[in-house]
T-cell receptor, first 114, second 113 residues
Framework: AQKVTQAQTEISVVEKEDVTLDCVYETRDTTYYLFWYKQPPSGELVFLIRRNSFDEQNEISGRYSWNFQKSTSSFNFTITASQVVDSAVYFCASMNTGFQKLVFGTGTRLLVSP | DGGITQSPKYLFRKEGQNVTLSCEQNLNHDAMYWYRQDPGQGLRLIYYSQIVNDFQKGDIAEGYSVSREKKESFPLTVTSAQKNPTAFYLC????????????FGDGTRLSIL
């Protein structure tokens, strides 16, 4: 069975600090997909990134970067030079092949203060 | 703009009443999903549909029902059998099979009167 663990319930930082959100996943499949979503106070989930299990290259998109390590079953998300607009709940999720069932972690609430 | 529209944004249910949450998408996506979110928890899958006129139960389907008569629409009914319906409900859609990301609507917050 799939499982996603986000051990950090809430993180508070001051603007311009770097912050890393942790995600640990469990799956028996050799092929799987990992996702990060952002949920701002308005409520909708915004898709940030998808990563395939056979591609361990790290990815950078502006101030966002993702570190995927199969050896530790982790898919961590780093925000560089955080901004107040980054304040949101961030969810990590996994999906196996076949039916597209997303399994979500419990989320990490990020509070960025000015 | 293409997207997913959920309505209403807020909904109140009386005891013993059925209520229906609307979800419409114009993304031409084959698959649609309903999730429930409780405070401090992740999203849990209620029902999903991979094609018109077909749908399957998710992890917490008891007390809920759905229909998929049109590709664009996937309404969710919260029945009186659902004893703890207060939650935030999110609808999503995706292109279908494969690793395509799901795209979400703005959600409906349901409360009990």
């Amino acid at each position: 069975a799939q499982k996603v663990t986000q051990a950090q319930t809430e993180i508070s930082v001051v603007e311009k600090e770097d912050v890393t959100l942790d995600c640990v996943y469990e799956t028996r499949d050799t092929t799987y997909y990992l996702f990060w979503y952002k949920q701002p106070p308005s409520g909708e989930l915004v898709f940030l990134i998808r990563r395939n299990s056979f591609d361990e290259q790290n990815e950078i998109s502006g101030r966002y970067s993702w570190n995927f390590q199969k050896s530790t079953s982790s898919f961590n998300f780093t925000i560089t030079a955080s901004q107040v607009v980054d304040s949101a709940v961030y969810f990590c999720a996994s999906m196996n092949t076949g039916f597209q069932k997303l399994v979500f972690g419990t989320g990490t609430r990020l509070l960025v203060s000015p | 703009d293409g997207g997913i529209t959920q309505s209403p944004k807020y909904l109140f249910r009386k005891e013993g009443q059925n209520v229906t949450l609307s979800c419409e998408q114009n993304l031409n996506h084959d698959a649609m999903y309903w999730y429930r979110q409780d405070p401090g928890q992740g999203l849990r899958l209620i029902y999903y549909s991979q094609i018109v006129n077909d749908f399957q139960k998710g992890d917490i389907a008891e007390g809920y029902s759905v229909s998929r008569e049109k590709k664009e629409s996937f309404p969710l009914t919260v029945t009186s059998a659902q004893k703890n319906p207060t939650a935030f409900y999110l609808c999503a859609s995706s292109k279908g099979r494969g690793n395509q990301p799901q795209h979400f609507g703005d959600g409906t917050r349901l409360s009990i009167l």
